[in-house]
């Protein structure tokens, strides 16, 4: 758990900048973080890790998914009549315990290329927030994060959603489980108590 806790510092900044706009993230009841799990493509947060692999193998059967670059931990969608332009989905899960914890997931253009500026990210983002208002409500807010820029985000239960440019190929999204990151984040402050406590 103490890797869990390391690899996921940064997460806990933006969780800190969110919650100063939202102070109901880590006071939300039981009931309502278990409202709302739901990702896409029939995966949901919580899922065990055999039943997301089981998913992708009947996906990649009925000729929905592949296997994206970068291997086994990449999987692509290709989005073919939802945009202007057809859209590489790419999006693999961060498992803890073997459930889906967060699922990072990346747009970009199939025909990007840095002298195509219609392509580029910045052009691809309010498309995706308008896509994703449709699907998961339109209540997103924006804050302004030191490094990464304008982020749009909502949180429906235990349910958060992400938004934001990565790059200038990619729009970036990230699902993660409030349950999940409030236990993450106790024990993260404990290790920083225990670590600055006084030893005899």
């Known amino acids: 758990m103490r890797s869990y806790i390391t690899i996921l510092f940064p997460l806990f900044i933006l969780v800190l900048l969110i919650q100063s706009c939202d102070s109901s993230i880590f006071t939300s009841s039981d009931n309502n973080l278990s409202k709302s799990d ?19 193998t009947e996906l990649n059967k009925q000729q929905k998914i592949t296997q994206g670059p970068g291997g086994t931990t990449n999987v692509e969608y ?96 990230v699902f993660s489980d409030l349950r999940v990151e409030k236990r993450l984040k106790e024990e993260f402050e404990k290790s920083q108590t225990q670590e600055q406590a006084p030893t005899n």
């Open 78 to 173: 290709r989005i073919v009549d939802e945009y202007d332009s057809e859209i590489s989905m790419r999006f693999y899960p961060t498992f803890i315990e073997e459930k889906i914890f967060e699922m990072p997931v990346t747009y970009s253009y199939v025909a990007w290329a840095p002298w195509n500026r219609q392509y580029w990210a910045e052009k691809l983002l309010p498309k995706v927030l308008e896509r994703y208002k449709e699907i998961y409500g339109d209540d997103f807010k924006l804050i302004n994060h030191p490094t990464q820029g304008k982020v749009y985000y909502k949180i429906d239960g235990k349910r958060r959603i992400n938004l934001f440019i990565k790059d200038d190929q990619h729009v970036q999204a």
């Open 38 to 56: 739901s990702l896409f493509l029939g995966f949901h947060l919580g899922m065990p890790q055999k039943d997301f692999f089981d998913l992708c």
